[in-house]
């Protein structure tokens, strides 16, 4: 019988900040997108979390990436290059993926990643 990975199971080997600011994010989506069905990804460099109305990774609104060498924290958009951008605040040049590094979670751009939800 194959065992079952937890979430807590998997943020183990990240540091206690990265994972206060994972647990920080994983509320505020629950926040703004209740209904939403919570898929995770354990990736060869990354950790992800992306959340869809549906079970499909294709229909994912908005995900996070815990990347391992550096820790590094990303939210952002699968389909984010078409979004309004007014602030210029969304990372990435590719034709589909933007998104924010999450520095701290108080200057975490709630309001404004909000509307873009």
């Known amino acids: 019988m194959a065992s079952k990975l937890t979430l807590a ?5 990240f540091d206690k900040k ?6 920080f994010l994983r509320e505020f989506v629950r926040e703004i997108l209740p209904q939403a069905n919570e898929l995770i990804y354990d990736n060869y460099n ?17 995900s996070m990436a ?10 952002g958009f699968l389909f ?5 951008d007014p602030r210029k605040i969304l990372l990435g040049s590719g034709k589909q ?3 924010v590094l999450v520095q701290e979670e108080d200057t975490f751009p709630k309001a404004y990643i909000k509307k873009l939800v």
């Open 66 to 75: 815990i990347y391992r060498g550096n820790e590094n924290l990303h939210f």
């Open 9 to 13: 199971t998997l943020l183990n080997p």
């Open 97 to 99: 993926y933007r998104y």
């Open 46 to 62: 990354a950790l992800a979390i992306g959340w869809s109305l549906s079970e499909k990774q294709t229909h994912i609104i908005c």
């Open 18 to 23: 990265t994972i206060e600011k994972v647990m």
């Open 80 to 84: 984010g290059s078409p979004l309004s």
